[in-house]
């Protein structure tokens, strides 16, 4: 059987084959963060599921409520006490916008499709691959090529924040550009498996930057008003990758060498990317803070109109008044002023991992096969549609029902629905139905996830880090998104012939019962406040 995984964490939503699934992470206008998931496993076994990811939109208000659990109490916000000129929301209340951001987030989104392309393509090609470079009964040798991703990722992952601060946003979309566009073409043209793997080691580095500059180049060129929608773009675009890999690979059954073709498509948008990026406006917030005015300027005036540059250099001007740290080294993310808050994401990354979505990804095409399911793509389309509708649903309330209620309610459809996957498996009373309740555990388990889960950690990470400690501190979040994957994908089939799939399932659903307490205790609700806002509150609770 073969399997993808997706990555939603900015969570995102992604696709990638072995035993790890992923999420991306989407992004903030504070945000610069990265999801990916791509795992390991017994190429055989590889099965195919779909998850979410999403991104938020915050609107500005003038006081703020609770911070972690305990509601603080409300202030009114000052532009000139926000520590850093990327924590001024853009807000367009004062007049109509003659300029226009769609055309450069639709640019940006080309990295969220080849994300979602480059994990999703091995899904079909790895059968076939293995047959023409000889390597058709050599599990292990499969695995790294499903694996090599990972590694690339977790390396981009560690790098994207960190190259997008020094040389902009839109020159690391350039730079992304060589691994992705460079990985595809050695992919398509390998005639052994060690060129195939540095193929797919690439790509993962260009996977791992995308997972973090796609979503904080959108949500920092985003208006507040339409932050949110826009950012959930990234996530639908990942999914459009996903499906054009799963499409690219029907051919397959008619020309096995089809394989190479759907990794050498992948070197058009990649090119695409650098050239659009080439004319697309550089972030306001990060010319400013470089000292770069006049650039500055003219970048407000490309998104969002000349009558607008005063009012916004304005701000960015009083945001930087009074306050100008430098950057944070990594020992300051364990000090007293920011763990907290570092911990927070690091966390949420922790019990997504943990939660049990990977064990769904293993077992899904088994359990449709029990229901009489015979069909992959089946399985696929069903897990696909609940990932999908999961996904709309948490867009369209992320800015009503808010960040900190969508995630405990995700966690509790997830809790519940591994408690009805585990008891499918053991309770001879319902035997006669195990088939059929094990489908409806596993499409209401992706569906919650999707609600929340998925979506929210790589969301609300962005909005509650301070600007000096941001880029280290997603890269730490992210690197535990990653490790942990990893680790579960090396000893989940371990710990499931040793305890049983429904102990499991059942430990899975008490992880996901104390996330719903953790997040009650201990996030910060960002709806509906300003990114300076959520400063102001978080600094004064610690």
Same mark, same amino acid.
């Given at each position: 059987?073969?399997?993808?995984?997706?990555?939603?964490?900015?969570?995102?939503?992604?696709?990638?084959?072995?035993?790890?699934?992923?999420?991306?992470?989407?992004?903030?206008?504070?945000?610069?963060?990265?999801?990916?998931?791509?795992?390991?496993?017994?190429?055989?076994?590889?099965?195919?599921?779909?998850?979410?990811?999403?991104?938020?939109?915050?609107?500005?208000?003038?006081?703020?409520?609770?911070?972690?659990?305990?509601?603080?109490?409300?202030?009114?916000?000052?532009?000139?006490?926000?520590? /850093?000129?990327?924590?001024?929301?853009?807000?367009? =209340?004062?007049?109509?916008?003659?300029?226009?951001?769609?055309?450069?987030?639709?640019?940006?989104?080309?990295?969220?499709?080849?994300?979602?392309?480059?994990?999703?393509?091995?899904?079909?090609?790895?059968?076939?691959?293995?047959?023409?470079?000889?390597?058709?009964?050599?599990?292990?040798?499969?695995?790294?090529?499903? =694996?090599? =991703?990972?590694?690339?990722?977790?390396?981009?992952?560690?790098?994207?924040?960190?190259?997008?601060?020094?040389?902009?946003?839109?020159?690391?979309?350039?730079?992304?550009?060589? &691994?992705?566009?460079?990985?595809?073409?050695?992919?398509?043209?390998?005639?052994?498996?060690?060129?195939?793997?540095?193929?797919?080691?690439?790509?993962?580095?260009?996977?791992?930057?995308?997972?973090?500059?796609?979503?904080?180049?959108?949500?920092?060129?985003?208006?507040?008003?339409?932050?949110?929608?826009?950012?959930?773009?990234?996530?639908?675009? !990942?999914?459009?990758?996903?499906? $054009?890999?799963?499409?690219?690979?029907?051919p397959l059954a008619g020309n096995p060498l089809w394989w190479r073709t759907m990794?050498?498509?992948?070197?058009?948008?990649?090119? +695409?990317?650098?050239?659009?990026?080439?004319?697309? &406006?550089?972030?306001?917030?990060?010319?400013?803070?470089?000292?770069?005015?006049?650039?500055?300027?003219?970048? !407000?005036?490309?998104?969002?109109?000349?009558?607008?540059?005063? /009012?916004?250099?304005? /701000?960015?001007?009083?945001?930087?008044?009074?306050?100008?740290?430098?950057?944070?080294?990594?020992?300051?993310?364990?000090?007293?002023?920011?763990?907290?808050?570092?911990?927070?994401?690091?966390?949420?990354?922790?019990?997504?991992?943990?939660?049990?979505?990977?064990?769904?990804?293993?077992?899904?095409?088994?359990?449709?096969?029990?229901?009489? *399911?015979?069909?992959?793509?089946?399985?696929?389309?069903?897990?696909?549609?609940?990932?999908?509708?999961?996904?709309? *649903?948490?867009?369209? $309330?992320?800015?009503?029902?808010?960040?900190?209620s969508l995630l405990m309610t995700s966690f509790s459809g997830m809790a519940a629905?591994?408690? +009805?996957?585990?008891?499918?498996?053991?309770w001879k009373v319902l035997a006669p139905y195990s088939g059929s309740l094990a489908?409806?555990?596993?499409?209401?388990?992706?569906?919650?996830? =999707? +609600?929340?889960?998925?979506?929210?950690?790589?969301?609300?990470? &962005?909005?509650?880090?301070?600007?000096?400690?941001?880029?280290?501190?997603?890269?730490?979040? $992210?690197?535990?998104?990653?490790?942990?994957?990893?680790?579960?994908?090396?000893?989940?089939?371990?710990?499931?012939?040793?305890?049983? *799939?429904?102990?499991?399932?059942?430990?899975?659903? !008490?992880?996901?019962?104390?996330?719903?307490?953790?997040?009650?205790?201990?996030?910060?609700?960002?709806?509906?406040?300003?990114?300076?806002?959520?400063?102001?509150?978080?600094?004064?609770?610690?």
């Open positions: 059987m073969q399997a993808a995984t997706t990555c939603a964490v900015n969570g995102g939503v992604g696709f990638y084959f072995g035993n790890r699934s992923s999420k991306i992470l989407g992004g903030e206008l504070r945000s610069r963060s990265g999801c990916v998931n791509t795992g390991r496993t017994n190429p055989s076994d590889l099965r195919l599921a779909s998850l979410g990811m999403g991104v938020q939109l915050t609107r500005p208000i003038t006081r703020v409520g609770g911070v972690f659990g305990s509601s603080a109490k409300a202030r009114s916000v000052r532009a000139h006490a926000s520590e /850093d000129p990327e924590d001024v929301a853009l807000t367009t =209340s004062q007049g109509t916008s003659s300029g226009s951001v769609l055309p450069y987030v639709a640019v940006a989104c080309l990295g969220a499709i080849l994300f979602g392309y480059h994990l999703g393509v091995v899904n079909g090609a790895l059968e076939y691959l293995a047959k023409d470079l000889g390597i058709a009964e050599n599990t292990v040798l499969q695995g790294w090529i499903v =694996s090599a =991703s990972l590694a690339g990722a977790t390396v981009g992952s560690f790098t994207g924040g960190t190259l997008a601060d020094k040389f902009g946003r839109t020159k690391t979309f350039q730079l992304d550009a060589i &691994p992705l566009a460079f990985g595809a073409f050695l992919c398509a043209s390998a005639q052994n498996v060690q060129t195939m793997i540095i193929g797919r080691l690439l790509a993962g580095i260009g996977i791992g930057i995308s997972s973090a500059i796609v979503p904080l180049y959108i949500s920092e060129i985003s208006p507040t008003e339409i932050r949110g929608t826009l950012g959930s773009v990234n996530q639908l675009f !990942i999914c459009i990758g996903i499906l $054009l890999a799963l499409v690219a690979g029907l990794f050498a498509v992948a070197v058009v948008p990649s090119v +695409l990317l650098a050239i659009g990026m080439a004319f697309s &406006p550089e972030s306001p917030r990060w010319l400013f803070q470089q000292g770069k005015i006049a650039q500055a300027e003219k970048a !407000i005036k490309t998104l969002y109109g000349e009558e607008r540059v005063a /009012d916004i250099m304005q /701000d960015l001007t009083s945001a930087t008044q009074g306050f100008k740290e430098p950057e944070a080294g990594w020992f300051d993310l364990f000090s007293k002023r920011y763990w907290k808050v570092v911990s927070v994401g690091a966390a949420l990354f922790l019990f997504q991992q943990f939660a049990g979505i990977n064990a769904v990804v293993y077992y899904s095409t088994a359990v449709f096969r029990s229901a009489g *399911i015979a069909s992959d793509v089946a399985a696929s389309a069903l897990v696909g549609a609940a990932n999908v509708i999961g996904t709309m *649903i948490a867009s369209s $309330l992320m800015d009503r029902q808010g960040r900190k629905s591994m408690l +009805l996957l585990s008891f499918s498996f053991t489908v409806i555990g596993t499409v209401l388990y992706v569906f919650s996830f =999707s +609600l929340g889960a998925g979506p929210v950690p790589a969301l609300l990470l &962005p909005e509650i880090l301070s600007s000096r400690i941001r880029a280290k501190a997603v890269a730490l979040a $992210l690197g535990t998104h990653w490790v942990s994957n990893f680790t579960i994908g090396l000893y989940f089939l371990s710990v499931v012939n040793k305890f049983g *799939i429904s102990s499991v399932y059942l430990g899975f659903s !008490i992880v996901c019962i104390l996330a719903v307490l953790y997040i009650a205790a201990n996030v910060v609700e960002t709806k509906g406040r300003s990114l300076e806002e959520i400063e102001l509150a978080l600094s004064s609770s610690t």
